[in-house]
């Protein structure tokens, strides 16, 4: 994400002599990158980008620390100037306001932190304030707000400010959310949360704020606030982005909730705030300072084999200036060549390559050699898959398919009108639209749906589509993610054996030979390769459709190819009527045909026609008698055929119909 800096901010933390056009150059050479600097009223602002694993810098005093280790490598005079509140004094007497404070679970918040004070006068900031905000694009509101937003612009941590007196019973209990829960947030938007959102509530079961993303209006500081409870937390970083992506909806606060923020830094900034509401807004302490700790801060330490972290960044850097740049981003030698990690540095820095990360990057990248790397580029396996989705693709193009495209996403009415049921289908939590709640764990519904929208357009439609399909698993887990080919043909001419001849095209095109279609019923048969099912064919009143599981399919496919020389002789073809039981299947007996050869003679086999009536199935093959050498005579192809029939009728119970 981007923020905004202005250069008189920053000086506040930075005593240097650089231009901001050389803060600008320097800083994003060795650190975050600064995109430009706008000109606003006479001002200079730095418009800063800010990776994710650096969540210190979205704050003025980040980036002061970062250029004050930055620029004196480019011979520029930089000092960081300490933030050093005043401490504010407890009232510690029994006349001090109290606050019931009950956390449910200590892993929502690790620290909760806040004081209450009274005499407070509700008026507008200081200028100096107001402009400052205006620069960063937040709107001044009033003198206590303001600070809270301020302090987590100048600190980088968020602050919230109730007024005491609307907090019922003056209790507060932070909890998770129950799903269906309601609160009105101080942008007046009645929110539904969902399941274990981080709340509070007040003495009365009021939610009162939605932690970590905006406050509850029923609590909010308004012209006739007296008494202030000002507080500064830490939460739990997942839940906060969870919620944010539940409700739509990411603040200025979430965004540095959910990366986290530095665990010590929170009392220094409340003394910050609590000093300048004072100076401000006539603020005078009221209680005890509160600060519940659930988890103690751990020292981080981490030990730095010089030696290996100049084998790391490949160039020899003094061991005495590697430690320097340490020493200025605030790492501190404990023992030595052991050095403590700073507390707003503790979300990324994790091991000893980051250290080498470190100093390289101030060191300058751009002084590293340019060297290519050297030795023999491993030879990965290759992944054929793109390859037989295009040549799937291909084929089904040049059969006169046309290529979908449809959402992972879908409704549950078009699950519905595509016989899947949404039970079946994982629930997206945080849909776009009624439209998209659910994610699909077939391509058929969304096919059907295309080809009802076009129908009344055209009188044939034939359209597929390859993607990935989501299945349901155990819960907490990921979905079973998959790719399937599906494709739909509307045409009143066509039939089931267009259609198995299409998906029989397609398998000859992926190398695919030992295959065979298992008939359900009349209208639907089983694809099995090897045994194994890989989809179905499928005739109804929505037209012809296959469904194979292309993932699957990619087990069997094959590049390899065989040359077989072109006859020199014709063949002979001829069309036999067979019948056959009404429960048999024609399909081994055909496959039976197409073996039935010898060195000298081949056979191949095509189902041409299918009439039934009564308990008797009538196929009609059309049969092709190949030699290899010479032509073939009446009397042979007699032979071949008498000894082909006695055959089918032996295994099969096939006969020959008779007229």
């Known amino acids: 994400m981007n923020i905004l800096v202005p250069f008189s901010w920053l000086k506040d933390y930075l005593k240097t002599d650089a231009s901001a056009k ?38 003025v005093i980040g980036l002061a620390r970062e250029a004050s280790a930055i620029l ?13 509140p005043e401490e504010f004094s407890e009232k510690g007497d029994k006349d001090a306001l109290t606050l019931d404070v009950t956390i449910k679970n200590n892993k929502l918040c690790p620290r909760f932190t806040a004081v209450i004070l009274d005499n407070v006068v509700i008026k507008e900031s200081p200028e100096i304030i107001k402009k400052r ?38 209790k507060l209990i932070l909890r998770e959310s129950k799903e269906g829960e309601t609160i009105i947030t101080l942008d007046g938007v009645n ?35 007296k008494r202030v409870l000002l507080f500064v937390q830490t939460y739990d970083s997942f839940k906060i982005r969870k919620t944010c992506q539940a409700i739509s909806h990411r603040t200025e606060a979430a965004a540095r909730f959910e990366k986290g923020i530095d665990y010590l830094g929170i009392i ?50 003094e061991k005495e200036e590697a430690k320097a740049i340490l020493r200025s981003l605030g790492f501190i030698e404990k023992e030595p060549d052991q050095y403590e990690v700073p507390s707003w540095r503790y979300q990324d820095v994790e091991i000893e390559e980051d250290l080498a990360e470190e100093i390289a990057r101030i060191y300058g990248y751009f002084n590293l ?14 992944d054929k898959t793109f390859y037989f989705e295009d040549k799937a693709k291909d084929y089904l193009k040049h059969q006169g398919f ?6 992972s996403a879908t409704s549950a009415e078009i699950l519905e009108k595509g016989e899947n049921t949404p039970d079946k289908a994982i629930k997206i939590k945080n849909p776009l639209s009624k439209d998209f709640e659910y994610l699909r764990y077939s391509l058929i519904p969304q096919l059907l749906e295309s080809i009802r929208f076009n129908k009344s357009n055209f ?82 009143i929505d037209g012809l459709m296959f469904d194979l599981n292309f993932k699957v399919l990619l087990k069997y496919v094959s590049t390899s190819n065989s040359y077989k020389q072109i006859p020199s002789v014709p063949s002979v073809v001829e069309d036999l009527t067979f019948e056959i039981n009404k429960d048999e299947k024609a399909g081994p007996a055909i496959n039976f045909i197409k073996t039935f050869s010898n060195e000298k003679i081949s056979l191949s086999a095509e189902l041409t026609d299918v009439f039934e009536k009564e308990d008797v199935r009538a196929i009609t093959v059309k049969i092709k008698y190949q030699a290899k050498k010479e032509n073939l005579s009446n009397d042979i192809v007699a032979k071949i055929r008498e000894l082909l029939i006695k055959e089918l009728d032996q295994k099969f119970g096939v006969t020959v119909k008779t007229a």
């Open 22 to 59: 050389e803060v600008t150059k320097f800083v994003s050479l060795c650190g975050p990158s600064i995109e430009r600097i706008h000109e606003v009223g006479g001002e200079e602002v730095f418009e800063v980008e800010v990776t994710p694993n650096r969540p210190d810098l979205l704050s």
């Open 72 to 84: 004196p490598r480019f011979k520029k005079e930089a000092e960081f100037i300490s933030l050093n």
């Open 133 to 170: 905000l205006e620069l960063v694009g937040t709107r001044a509101l009033n003198n206590v707000i303001d600070v809270t937003n301020y302090s987590m612009f100048d600190l980088g941590q968020p602050m919230h400010a109730f007024d005491y007196d609307k907090i019922t019973g003056h």
């Open 191 to 225: 929110r539904k949360l969902p399941e274990d959102a981080i709340v509070m509530e007040d003495g009365s079961g009021r939610l009162i704020d939605l932690c970590g993303i905006m406050g509850g209006k029923n609590s909010e500081i308004d012209e006739n606030t």
């Open 268 to 317: 220094s900034s409340l003394q910050r705030a609590v000093e300048m509401l004072s100076k401000n807004a006539g603020a005078r302490v009221a209680s005890n300072l509160i600060d519940i700790e659930e988890s103690k801060y751990q020292k981080k330490l981490i030990k730095a084999d010089f030696n290996k972290i100049n084998s790391v960044i490949g160039v020899s850097i």
């Open 369 to 382: 050699p340019i060297i290519l790397p050297e030795g023999i580029i491993p030879s990965g396996q290759e």
């Open 402 to 407: 046309s290529e979908c495209v449809t959402p």
């Open 459 to 540: 009188e044939k439609i034939r359209i597929f589509e390859l993607a990935n399909v989501y299945e349901k698993t155990d819960k907490d887990k990921l979905p079973n993610e998959y790719s399937r080919l599906t494709g739909i043909i509307f045409d009143k001419k066509s039939t089931m054996l267009d259609l198995k001849g299409t998906v029989e095209g397609l398998l000859s095109e992926l190398g695919i030979a030992n295959y065979d279609f298992e008939q359900k019923n009349n209208q639907e048969a089983d694809l099995t390769i090897s045994k194994e099912v890989v989809g179905f064919i499928k005739s109804s």
